[in-house]
């Protein structure tokens, strides 16, 4: 009995091995590459040298001059216009829409608003602004009528190609320089209600 395992031992050891190394050739690991040969299509290259990157020199930034401001003004006192006898302050609401007078003609009607003057004002732009309901293509509107200011005081000015029989909203818009910046600013200082041409 003890000899028949004595062999078992020896043999299965034999047996196991072949078997190993069967197993190992079917199951499709990597092999070595092929070193390149003159036939086969390998890139052969030659190692070259790195050459050195080239250096950069920086030179200190100048430094921008200082800049020089005038001397500060000091604000003086608030300045108060200068109105004429004729020019009632009480019939002007700063930064409201003010009320003007209609005086309706048949194709034209004169308008009458309060003007506050200043150095600044440019010009008074009036426009009428048909309230008749038209279908379609509307009428023609009689555009914008611009007005030199005076001094302060009332003002009038006629608007004319009106259609008659019809009502209006006559808007006056002034035009003042901007403080301190270029270009003008229009704003609609007096309107007035409905008008009907005669």
Same mark, same amino acid.
């Given at each position: 009995m003890l000899g028949i395992r004595k062999a078992a031992a020896?043999?299965? *050891?034999?047996?196991?091995? *072949?078997?190993l190394l069967a197993a190992c050739a079917s199951s499709g690991t990597a092999q070595a590459a092929p070193s390149p040969s003159g036939t086969s299509p390998w890139i052969w290259s030659t190692a070259g040298s790195v050459a050195p990157s080239p250096t950069t020199s920086f030179a200190p930034r100048a430094r921008p001059a200082a800049a020089t401001l005038p001397p500060a003004v000091s604000p003086s006192a608030t300045p108060t216009p200068n109105r004429s006898p004729a020019c009632d302050a009480a019939a002007f609401r700063g930064g409201a829409i003010n009320g003007v007078d209609v005086? *309706?003609?048949?194709?034209?009607a004169m308008v009458t608003w309060f003007n506050p003057g200043g150095a600044d004002l440019v010009q008074y732009r009036i426009i009428a602004v048909s309230q008749d309901l038209v279908a379609g293509a509307q009428p023609e509107s009689p555009g914008w009528l611009t007005?030199? *200011?005076?001094?302060?005081?009332?003002?009038?000015a006629t608007v004319t190609g009106l259609v008659p029989g019809t009502p209006y909203v006559f808007s006056v818009d002034e035009v003042r320089t901007r403080e301190g910046m270029d270009g003008t600013r229009a704003k609609t200082v007096a309107r007035s209600g409905v008008v009907s041409t005669t």
């Open positions: 020896v043999v299965l *050891p034999m047996l196991a091995g *072949p078997l005086t *309706p003609g048949t194709t034209s007005v030199t *200011p005076g001094g302060c005081g009332w003002m009038s």
